[in-house]
């Protein structure tokens, strides 16, 4: 069965550059969530996307937006990194209306900034 | 204020015998999911298991089963027959809510499974 794609899987990024991390969910799910996990820490809700548009927001740092496009893909765009945001990025996605609404995620993509 | 606790940090078991992984949550959403992942070393989060604040049956999936007690706020995770390969950082969640919420994770617990 298909699974969540993420790209890249590594990053290595210098202080106050930019990154633009990609997601593109499983087939037919219509609801795509952002997650930070930093190191030895439990995943963190960045914001998420039904059917192309913000649903809900959590712990996403000014510096950071996202969007879903039409096609369902959704970016990640970090701009002014900083130490602190060395960390995997989890992208997430669900199904609206199938029971559980269970969240698969991708691989992840690990982000180390110098 | 947490969420979701896990108590057991880290946890040991025999190859074979069976484990449990401690969740409580807290929630005053009459609705609402919980779910447990497993991490392992390569990074991955994969989902083990769902159950819902609804169901009158505890889930089970395989070798996995969750000790649902509901007056209590406790989702226990048992491990049944567990493999090498079941070493791995485990995490319960909560989805409050009926759709399209963020899951709130707990701290998680590390398991080692020893031959």
């Known amino acids: 069965a298909a699974g969540v794609i993420q790209s890249p899987r590594h990053l290595i990024k210098e202080k106050r550059e930019t990154a633009t991390l990609k997601c593109y969910p499983i087939p037919r799910h219509d609801t795509v969530y952002w997650y930070q996990q930093g190191p030895g820490q439990d995943p963190q809700f960045l914001i998420s996307?039904?059917?192309?548009?913000?649903?809900d927001k959590g712990s996403i740092p000014d510096r950071f937006s996202a969007q879903q496009f039409s096609d369902y893909h959704s970016e990640l765009n970090m701009s002014s990194l900083e130490l602190g945001d060395s960390a995997l990025y989890f992208c997430a996605s669900s199904s609206t209306g199938v029971h559980q609404e269970t969240q698969y995620f991708g691989p992840g993509t690990r982000l180390l900034v110098l | 204020a947490q969420k979701i606790t896990q108590t057991q940090p880290g946890m040991f078991v025999q190859e074979k015998e069976a484990v449990t992984l401690d969740c409580t949550y807290d929630t005053s959403d009459p609705s609402y999911g919980l779910f447990w992942y497993k991490q392992p070393s390569s990074g991955e989060m994969i989902f083990l298991i769902y159950?819902?604040?609804?169901?009158?049956q505890n889930a089970t999936e395989g070798r996995y089963s969750l000790n649902f007690q509901k007056a209590r706020k406790s989702a226990n995770l048992v491990i049944s027959a567990s493999q090498l390969g079941d070493s791995a950082m485990y995490f319960c969640?909560?989805?409050?809510?009926?759709?399209?919420?963020?899951?709130?994770f707990g701290k998680g617990t590390s398991l080692l499974v020893t031959p």
């Open positions: 996307f039904y059917e192309k548009m913000q649903s």
């Open positions: 159950q819902g604040s609804y169901d009158q």
């Open positions: 969640a909560m989805r409050e809510g009926n759709s399209g919420y963020a899951l709130n």
